[in-house]
């Protein structure tokens, strides 16, 4: 069953890694959707190249390339805040298997079940968020680490996707769509205190696809603009002033999505087929030392 990302592909016309998933074949996507590890300049990836999406890893400067998982169903990551393992979950049908691999040895464990897509590990591992509903009205679930005490944290009058932990674990930031438009939002970390945060206008794009900062007081995101079609640029919204900017700016008709922050704070990887198909990239956040990490001829 298809997982959220190829929901915002079909529905907003955005994240290509998955587009068309619903009704036909994905598009091929050699690299997408990185996370960068909060301890080295190494960066997770998805890619379909070899017939369907799995966890790949690299370094930073395009090196030591090698896949990581080899699943049926949905496999999506995230780092853990230490940088030395992995969690991954595996959607079949509606419950998502959640697992935690160690890179560097193979190792791996079961953590367990859950009953949405996307399930996310809180740092302290004491909480996890996922997204249960139809695509066109889905709402985030908080429920303690093994699953349990499940409860919404989303109104029903929003359809919201892709809740993401805050370093510090404080707060959940996550995609807003409503029919005035799409934005990102941050909550509590026991759910309380929604708010939105992006403040864009039609003209600038629909935010969403927030990535923490690691002093957890900045979002990276991206926004998809109506015109040209086909375009998304970079942005950063500072959560104690409100204030947003573009990180690398342009008109052409590109994608540049789903941006992870390095460990330091100036630079960013993210998505992008400014090459003619999907690859990682890396930015800094002035918008200099732009480079593409993954595919030939690098």
Not at 179 to 201: I, Y
Not at 284 to 294: A, F, I, M
Request: proline residues 7%; positive net charge.
């Amino acid at each position: 069953m298809p997982r959220l990302r190829f929901l915002l592909a079909a529905l907003c016309s955005i994240l290509t890694i998955r587009v068309g998933a619903q009704t036909s074949a994905p598009a091929p996507v050699n690299g997408g959707f990185p996370l960068v590890s909060p301890s080295a300049p190494r960066i997770l990836f998805e890619s379909n190249r070899t017939g369907k999406t799995q966890l790949w890893i690299i370094s930073a400067d395009g090196t030591g390339e090698r896949q990581l998982t080899n699943r049926d169903g949905d496999v999506s990551g995230q780092w853990a805040p230490d940088g030395k393992s992995i969690f991954y979950s595996v959607m079949i049908r509606d419950t998502s298997w959640l697992y935690e691999l160690w890179p560097d040895s193979s190792r791996e464990r079961t953590i367990g079940a859950f009953t949405g897509r996307g399930p996310q590990l809180s740092p302290a591992r004491t909480r996890v968020v996922y997204d249960v509903g139809p695509w066109t009205a889905s709402h985030l679930v908080l429920t303690d680490g093994q699953g349990r005490g499940g409860r919404q944290v989303t109104d029903d009058s929003l359809t919201v996707w892709r809740g993401v932990w805050s370093p510090n674990g404080r707060e959940l930031a996550y995609t807003v769509s409503k029919k005035s438009g799409m934005s990102v939002w941050v909550m509590n970390e026991d759910g309380s205190n929604p708010h939105q945060v992006t403040h864009l206008t039609p003209e600038e794009g629909r935010a969403q696809m927030p990535a923490w900062h690691p002093d957890s007081h900045q979002l990276a995101f991206q926004a998809n603009a109506n015109s040209p079609k086909g375009k998304s640029t970079l942005w950063l919204v500072n959560l104690q002033t409100t204030g947003a900017r573009e990180i690398a700016p342009h008109t052409e008709a590109f994608l540049d999505e789903t941006p992870s922050w390095f460990s330091d704070g100036r630079r960013v990887a993210f998505q992008s087929n400014r090459s003619g198909r999907m690859e990682i990239w890396t930015v800094n956040t002035d918008g200099s030392n732009l480079q593409r990490v993954t595919g030939p001829g690098r």
